[in-house]
């Protein structure tokens, strides 16, 4: 960079640094408060369509585009990966983040039939700890502890701030076994906090699946957070739902 070019870059700087001063000075959030949430949004949901642009090229599975949303669809989807990746007879470890009344995790449960195999659901069973979208406040979508007889699963009631971190620190997946991890947590906070606390374990060829992707500012955001922080590499291998609940592999 030559002395000219310095002084233009320092000049710019301290114009830039006035400007925001200026507009921070001014407290435009009682002004033009009322745009952050759809202004949020709306940057959310035009990542969100990019990264469908991008990710869904050669999706061997892909509902995209459908008019309407069907919930069993996610079977489906849990039945193309799991016969792609041969998962009924391999040692896996399976973790499920938000497990409500046990649909999914009772599924993974039955498809695989490894006896060292191991399955974990996280959960406060209390419900959400925090408002969610338009229709679901806190403490909605509150279940019991589903009874399972099966000593390879195991349910942790709690907060994931809470109780993965114990979880993590017994060393369970310092093993090379392939993970399964379902994220239907619904939250951001949630969903990234889980995501980035499991992060140091994941290796190549685990299979995340999110169960709420296409909600722009929670399971998408916290993905692309990871993606861009952790330099997280995933590639998409089914969605259905219009991308409502998706399978990735870890790369």
Known sequence: MSHNEYNMSAFIIKINAFIKGLILSLKPH?????????????????????WISINRAEVPFDDFFTAK???????????????????????????????????SFKWWLGENLHPESRFYGFDTFEGLPEHWGMFFGKGTLMANVPEINDQRASFIKGLFQETLPGFLREGELLTKRRKVILFDADLFSSTLFS???LHPFLNKGDLIFFDEFNVPNHEFHALKIMEESYYLKTKLIGSVNNYYQIALEVI
């Open 30 to 50: 009682k002004v033009i408060g009322f745009l952050e949430k759809p202004l949020y949004f709306t940057a959310n949901l035009i990542k969100l369509s990019r």
């Open 195 to 197: 995501l980035s606390s």
């Open 69 to 103: 949303r069907d919930y069993a669809k996610r079977y489906e989807l849990y039945d193309f990966v799991s016969k792609k990746f041969a998962l009924n007879k391999d040692e896996i470890i399976y973790l499920e983040f938000g497990v409500f009344e046990g649909h």
